[in-house]
């Protein structure tokens, strides 16, 4: 036990991190308690998955696939086909919206006990924003060190979007598909640069395949779109580790089975069900055409803006400077560039439920970018200046998200 509690483990900045996240916490729980309290009812796409999700756990049926109320019953949110299906996601949703209510007896959940346990249903996306909060940090201060991962997790702790999606507040919870995509690549990258260690790489690297395999399922099952990280796992395994290729292809196989397993498993090994599922997914819903209507940049940048307030003018600063200074165009910071400008325009390309996912994957990246930059601005002789604007923008961003909190509609 003395050398789990280390201070490397347990030390200043730690705690630091974690206070951070509390005050994210915070703020998704107060938003959470306006909705439900002022409602005193929940959400229709919400009714949805937890009653499809709970028929589910009580063998009755797999969520989604399809749906047993007629397609035009069904809420607007839900995508589905005229068979039923839902085409952009697997039963995890549902699963993981339901699964809080089995601590409860059947009795207990109806309307006349609804305000003991309309919570419930919320509290696995909170956890999912806590984690991916906390993924976030780490990356980023192994990236940037210990500046740019505090400056990566205040502006993700004070994200509107991404309070709004973690607490689910009038809005799909796009946070899980978010922590699978953000998870998988780094993951990648991590197992990539452990092939160079010298030893049997494969079997060493059996955790860090299952979790490669668990954040590519985490990924695709809550938005089919997202498959597009497999093949960017793939291309950062081989492009960080040239010399082993073999043995980057087995363990991005092995992943992607663990992946298909986790997969089948939330149609709890229903293989011809899940096969007529994947037969009405939507893997690939892009049309290009969405970047020849000019009122899509704007509305895109208004949801990048909406996401961090602060980026109006830390992205444009980090830009210019990455163009502009050779020692800023390292792989730390290039590699989530081009994976939050990808996500961007996939984002773009996608006019369904998919597009607000993936615009909103792309926040983590971007922030990791945002950061790594002012983190290395910070070294140079102007460090104090670029300490005061930066810090000072920062705070300005904090203190207008938590004025939108307080001015957000109840319900």
């Known amino acids: 036990m003395t050398r789990f509690f280390t201070r490397e483990r347990f030390g200043r900045p730690q705690f630091l991190a974690g206070a951070l996240l509390l005050a994210f916490l915070a703020q998704c729980l107060w ?55 839902d085409t952009q996601h697997s039963p995890l949703l549902s699963l993981v919206t339901a699964a809080p209510l089995l601590v409860l007896p059947e009795r207990l959940l109806n309307q006349e006990y609804s305000p003991h346990w309309r919570f419930l249903p919320r509290l696995p996306f909170l956890a999912c924003g806590l984690a991916l909060g906390a993924s976030l940090w780490y990356v980023a201060r192994r990236l940037c060190g210990n500046t740019g991962g505090f400056l990566a997790l205040t502006l993700y702790c004070f994200s509107p979007s991404i309070i709004q999606s ?39 690297n059996w955790r860090r395949i299952v979790l490669l395999g668990i954040s590519l399922a985490i990924a695709i099952g809550s938005q089919f779109s997202m498959i597009v990280v497999v093949p960017l796992a793939l ?60 009122a899509v940049y704007p509305q895109v940048a208004r949801e990048i803006l909406r996401a961090c307030p602060a980026l109006i003018l830390l992205l444009p600063a980090a830009v210019a400077t990455y163009i502009a ?29 998919a597009g607000a996912g993936f615009l909103l994957a792309s926040v983590p990246f971007l922030l990791i970018f945002v950061s790594g930059i002012l983190a290395d601005l910070m070294e140079t002789p102007q460090s104090q200046l670029v300490k005061a604007a930066g810090w000072a923008l920062i705070t300005a961003n904090i203190l207008w998200t938590l004025l939108k909190l307080t001015q957000a509609p109840p319900g």
Request: negative net charge.
């Open 31 to 85: 938003l959470v308690y306006s909705e439900l309290h002022a409602t005193g009812s929940t959400p229709a796409d919400e009714q949805a998955r937890v009653a499809s999700g709970w028929r589910q756990f009580h063998g009755t049926g797999i969520a989604g696939a399809p749906y047993p109320d007629p397609p035009n019953e069904l809420p607007a949110e839900i995508s589905r086909d005229a068979a039923g299906f």
């Open 166 to 204: 973690s607490a689910v507040w009038h809005t799909e919870p796009e946070i899980l598909a978010v922590w699978g995509s953000f998870g998988a690549i780094f993951t990648a990258i991590a197992v990539a640069h452990t092939l160079y260690a010298p030893r049997e790489v494969v079997l060493w």
């Open 325 to 353: 200074w050779p020692r800023a165009r390292y792989f730390g910071n290039t590699a989530p560039a081009l994976i939050a400008l990808l996500f961007i325009g996939l984002g773009m390309a996608h006019p369904d439920q």
């Open 235 to 294: 291309a950062f395994l081989f492009y960080l580790a040239p010399i082993r290729r073999g043995a980057a292809l087995t363990i991005w196989v092995a992943a992607f089975a663990v992946a298909l397993l986790l997969l089948l498993a939330t149609y709890f090994f229903h293989l011809h069900i899940f096969l007529e599922s994947i037969h009405h997914a939507s893997f690939w819903g892009a049309t290009w055409r969405s970047f020849t209507v000019a």
